[in-house]
Structures are given as structure tokens and as C-alpha cells.
């Protein structure tokens, strides 16, 4: 018997496969090489793939300013790669890979293959040569996170995904405009033609616009974002202005469908509403983080604070409630 059966006949094989359906097929994407498509619906939250990575490494020290020592890396993956089976060793060296200069044609492929597709891991670096093939989009449908506990990377749904579309995460952080992007993107040796750099030159503007007004309203509302309520008439003031531009971000990044910085969004209108003692409202954008982060990773510090302040507003918007009756 497979491991897992392809979908969606998987259930025309029940009878003769005992693997569970397998949730995506690896397939040509329209000029970017392979790609990865759902092979069923998802909804937000439901996880694509979960990988442990066949190759792992312990990183060699950083060099400033140029990352890290290339033959030092390529050794330890080297010594690792030697001890896997034929089967693991071809589709490692299947994956794709990118040569930024004449000089790295010479060196071991293997190491360049690493640079290209290697994720941090934890304290480590990881090979994981099925989500390897997931492509790159500046309005991604897919996220992941690293899990020390399980010890895989696993992939997960951010937004609804069709059976048969692509699924698509983030190679790089996304609040720049479409040049700003391209840049980093330049590393890995392609022109993005995702939906997002594909849009003709009005939206692009728009677009660039909200991600830059984005970035900046972060930035702006961090050194804001503590509980401690504000003392002064103009710290009050000050505090309502920010509770209304909270919900101003919160609709920015879902009109960009930026669906990486939801929650990160909410936990803003959260805390900008607890500053006004807007208990019911606070309560709810910090459970709408909650219910988002619990998704990714149930235990991680994020999911904790967003459990902790929901049930902090929910207890403040009760006694309020008792006050008033
Ligand atoms: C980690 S691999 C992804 C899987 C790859 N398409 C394959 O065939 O194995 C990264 C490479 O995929 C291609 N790629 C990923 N996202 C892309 C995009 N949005 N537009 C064009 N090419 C892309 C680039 O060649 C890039 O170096």
C-alpha cells in the first residue's frame, strides 16, 4: 500500500489504499516552474502539508554582511546528505536552485540547492523538499511556521483556497511596494508575476500606496501598544484618534488581502481599543487574534497574550455592564 493516495479518487481506492488522501499535487505553474495545487477546498486554518525535513543542519557562525560562509555550509550538508537514502538524495537534488555569480557555477550544487530552499528551523536550518515546491506570492493564500515540538514545518491555509488553485506563500516581508519587493525577490532569480505585481499600473499604485501607509501605521503604533492607561487630556485624545486609525489598518490590510498580518492588525485594534476602555470592542479584535493565532500554533507566546487580554477585556466589559445596570 502508497503512503497516500492521490485525491480525488482516493475514494474509489479506499478499498485497496490505507494511506490518508494526499491534500496536493505537485504540477507545471503557468511560467514558474512546478508549482503546488490543493487538490480539495480549504478553508482558513486547514493545513496543506505538514514536513519533517530529510536534511538538517546546525548553522556555522554568521559573517557580517555576508550571511552565512558558503563552504562551510555546503561541508555540513555535504556530511548530512552522504547518509540518506538514493531515493531522499534524487529529490533533493531535483529541486531547484539559483546561481547569483559566474564564480558559483563551479561550486557544489548541492550547496547552492540548500541556499535556495532551506528554511530556519528552530535553531537549525532545514531542507524540505516538498514544500520546496510551493511557489512564491506577494498575496499569499498559505502561511507556515516551524514546529520544534512535532519537529516539521507545517503549512497552513490563510485564506479560503479552491480545489485546483495554486497554493502560495511569502518568500520575503511584504509591506513595500511592488520595486521594493522585486528587489528582494531579485535573490532568488525571478520577475514576480504573482496577482499582485501583475496588476496594471493603476491598482499597482493604489496597492503600493496601502502597503506602504501599512508599514508605516505599524511602525507608528508600536511604542503605543502597552496597557498602561493614558493620564493626560492629550494622551486621551491621543488615544481615541489611535483607536479609530486602528480600525482604518484593520480595513487597509484586508482590502490588500494581506492575510500574513491580520492578526498582527487585530492585536493593534485591540490594545488601541483597551486604551479607550472600549472593553466590548477590544474583546472582540483580541478573540479575533486569538482564534487566528490558535490556528497557526496553539501554545505559541502571540496565542497566549491574544487568550490572556480576551478574557482580561471580556472581564472588564462585565463589570462594566454590572456598573450600568
Ligand atoms: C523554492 S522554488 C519553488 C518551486 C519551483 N517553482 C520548482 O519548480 O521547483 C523557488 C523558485 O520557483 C520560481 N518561482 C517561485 N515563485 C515565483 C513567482 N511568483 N514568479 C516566478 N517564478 C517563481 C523561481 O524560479 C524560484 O527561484
Redo the contacts with the bound molecule.
Keep these: 500500500s502508497k503512503d497516500t493516495c492521490e485525491w480525488p479518487s482516493w475514494q474509489d481506492a479506499l478499498t485497496t489504499c490505507h494511506g490518508p488522501p494526499s491534500t496536493y499535487t505537485v504540477k507545471a ?1 503557468n ?6 495545487f490543493s487538490a480539495h477546498d480549504l478553508d482558513v486554518g486547514e493545513i496543506v502539508m505538514r514536513e519533517t525535513p530529510p536534511l538538517k543542519i546546525s548553522p556555522p557562525e554568521i559573517v557580517k554582511g555576508s550571511g552565512y560562509p558558503m563552504p562551510a555550509v555546503t561541508k555540513l550538508v555535504r556530511k548530512e546528505f552522504d547518509t540518506l537514502s538514493s531515493a531522499v538524495q534524487d529529490e533533493i537534488m531535483s ?4 546561481i547569483t555569480s559566474s564564480k558559483e557555477a563551479t561550486m557544489d550544487k548541492l550547496g547552492i540547492i540548500f541556499r ?2 532551506a528554511y530556519n528551523s528552530g535553531k537549525d536550518i532545514g531542507l524540505f523538499p516538498k514544500i ?7 498575496r499569499p493564500n498559505a502561511s507556515y511556521y516551524w514546529s520544534d515540538k512535532l519537529n516539521k514545518r507545517i503549512v497552513y491555509a490563510t485564506r479560503k483556497i479552491k480545489k485546483g488553485e495554486e497554493v ?1 506563500v511569502s ?1 520575503i516581508p511584504l509591506l513595500l511596494t511592488q520595486e521594493g519587493r522585486q528587489k528582494l ?1 531579485d535573490r ?7 496577482d499582485a ?1 501583475a496588476q496594471e499600473r493603476a491598482a499597482q499604485d493604489v496597492s503600493d500606496e496601502r502597503r506602504t501607509t501599512i508599514q508605516k501605521a505599524f511602525a507608528d503604533f508600536e511604542p503605543q501598544l502597552t496597557l498602561e492607561p493614558p493620564r493626560t487630556k492629550k494622551a486621551r485624545q491621543q488615544a481615541r484618534k489611535n483607536a479609530k486609525a486602528s480600525l482604518q489598518l484593520t480595513e487597509l490590510v484586508h482590502q490588500e488581502g494581506l492575510a500574513d498580518y491580520f492578526a498582527k492588525a487585530y492585536r493593534v485594534a485591540a490594545i488601541s481599543h483597551a486604551r479607550v476602555k472600549d472593553w466590548k470592542v477590544a474583546a472582540i479584535w483580541a478573540n479575533k487574534g486569538y482564534e487566528l493565532k490558535y490556528i497557526e500554533d496553539p501554545d505559541s507566546p502571540y496565542t497566549m497574550e491574544m487568550h490572556n487580554l480576551t478574557s482580561n477585556f471580556i472581564a472588564n466589559w462585565e463589570s462594566e455592564l454590572q456598573v450600568g445596570q
Design positions: 505553474s511560467g514558474k516552474g512546478l508549482g503546488l529541486l531547484t536552485y539559483h535556495t530552499n520546496a515546491r510551493i511557489n512564491h506570492s506577494c502560495y518568500y525577490l532568488y532569480g525571478f520577475k514576480c508575476s504573482c505585481c
